[in-house]
């Protein structure tokens, strides 16, 4: 099977407390009704062994709480970070709640306009724009952030006689890292945005803003997981101090708006959502009191905070054995879908669930086991020493909270699929609907993406004649 029917609903399998409104259901139980239902309609099991799942109930409250911790800022546009979930029916469905997309290469800003999103409300950031990437945006009005003096320099060149597009400008306030090195972008020595505290840098952001009346917005995004907020909220504050420091020295309100990025770090050891985004703005408004009082309109750009709870991975255990004392139970989730959590353990660990072939809850005493992948490397284990009720042959393991940079970020390492990706409501009395967002890749396509269309290439690639 490879695609979910989604009409019929599951008999009820919710636990009472649900339908009687007196307690919300533990992550634990709806990926239960979930997985129940997907075992049902062939999703996950033998023959699909790995798949992604989207709570598409969670992912409308995210935004409900999202546009609710910003609603006495008088103009804002919230925008999606792509790469934290780069699947069009997200978009899509982001796009109906009323966000935006933040989109950092032409693959990304190919599928925010896919799913609909209007040019005006899409923000491209990477660092490393070509300059077509940047005429392209600028043609269509997509919002550009210019990560560097140079690229501004660019952008005098293409920019086209009334472009309608907004120009930004990234700074990188130098407030510091977190806890987790790859995530810190306001490092002193950060790759992304103009380095502010380096000398001479104020003023030459000043010149910048003071030569083109068309730069009008300023952008900082100081890091992702492993920030703490109070971070983030230093480096939004360095930012603001900036945009009324030039708006003095031209004399003029040129500066319009603040694009804030996104960061907020998400709680993968729990099922509450903690920070919330309630908490985050009221740290941004003590950390900047101007911040929501309208004289600046407002971008974010959150990713991870959106979907990681709001997604998980269910695999089948295909084999346990023991190795020197560990079980081990090997599963079909990898490093292929958890590459983070695979290849920097210490920073990205993720709660596991065990459930039997059916999908109900293992209920059994913990045993000490190690979760490990399908891929061909000995560190390919999602998770070490984790105690666990015993998995068995046949079973399926969970990876909660990867609703975010996880499936829908794959790595092809052993030529193994794209996972697929199924979308999912459950309804009060224990219903469960699916649908597919993303198909699993197929050995054609894995074939096709291999160079099959070049199988000769190298065979016949003669040495020039007579050298
Ligand atoms: C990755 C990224 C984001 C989103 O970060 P999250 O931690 O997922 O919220 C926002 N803005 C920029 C510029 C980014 O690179």
Not at 105 to 133: F, H, M, N
Not at 276 to 285: K, V
Request: glycine share 12%.
């Amino acid at each position: 099977m490879t695609s979910a029917d989604g009409t019929s609903p599951e008999p009820a399998a919710l636990p009472a407390s649900d339908s009687s409104g007196t307690a919300p259901l533990t992550s634990a139980q709806r990926v239960s009704a979930v997985l129940r239902r997907a075992v049902a309609t062939g999703l996950v099991g033998e023959d699909q062994p790995v798949a992604g799942f989207l709570d598409t109930d969670g992912i409308r409250a995210s935004v409900t709480s999202l546009h609710a911790a910003f609603a006495h800022a008088p103009e804002v546009l919230h925008t999606f970070a792509v790469k934290a979930a780069s699947l069009t029916p997200v978009l899509r469905l982001l796009a109906g709640l009323g966000m935006g997309c933040e989109v950092a290469s032409p693959g990304e800003l190919r599928i925010a306009l896919d799913a609909g999103v209007a040019p005006s409300r899409i923000v491209l950031d990477s660092p490393a724009k070509t300059r077509q990437e940047i005429s392209e945006a600028l043609a269509l009005g997509v919002a550009v952030n210019a990560d560097n003096l140079g690229e501004l320099r660019r952008i005098d060149a293409l920019r086209p006689a009334g472009s309608t597009s907004v120009v930004g400008l990234r700074v990188n306030p130098q407030v510091g890292g977190g806890s987790i090195g790859a995530m810190s972008t306001a490092t002193a020595t950060s790759k992304f945005g103009v380095a502010l505290r380096d000398p001479g840098a104020r003023d030459r952001v000043v010149r910048a803003f003071a030569d083109r009346p068309w730069l009008t917005r300023l952008h900082a995004h100081v890091g992702s997981q492993g920030c703490p907020p109070a971070l983030i909220a230093e480096g939004v504050a360095e930012t603001y101090r900036l945009a009324e420091e030039i708006n003095r020295t031209l004399g003029t309100r040129q500066i319009t708006s603040l694009d804030i990025g996104g960061g907020l770090p998400v709680n993968f050891d729990g099922d509450e959502t903690r920070p919330t985004f309630a908490a985050h703005t009221r740290m941004l408004g003590a950390a900047v009191p101007g911040l929501f009082d309208g004289r600046y309109a407002l971008v974010t750009e959150f990713g991870r905070s959106l979907l990681a709870k709001n997604g998980f991975i269910g695999a089948r255990v295909e084999y346990v054995k023991e190795a020197g004392g560990r079980r081990i139970a090997v599963t079909h989730a990898g490093a292929q879908t958890a590459t983070r959590t695979v290849l920097m353990p210490d920073a990205w660990p993720l709660r596991i669930g065990a459930f039997d072939a059916g999908g109900d809850p293992r209920t059994g005493a913990p045993l000490c086991q190690d979760i490990a992948g399908p891929c061909c490397f000995a560190g390919d284990v999602v998770a070490h020493g984790r105690e666990l009720p015993e998995l068995e042959e046949g079973d399926l393991v969970v990876l909660y909270d990867t609703g975010a940079y996880y499936f829908s970020t794959p790595w092809a390492y052993n030529s193994l699929p794209r996972p697929a990706v199924h979308g999912f409501t459950t309804g009060r009395s224990g219903s469960v609907r699916l649908t597919t967002v993303r198909a699993a890749q197929t050995l054609d396509e894995i074939a096709a993406e291999s160079g099959l269309a070049h199988v000769d290439a190298l065979v016949s690639l003669a040495r020039p004649p007579g050298d």
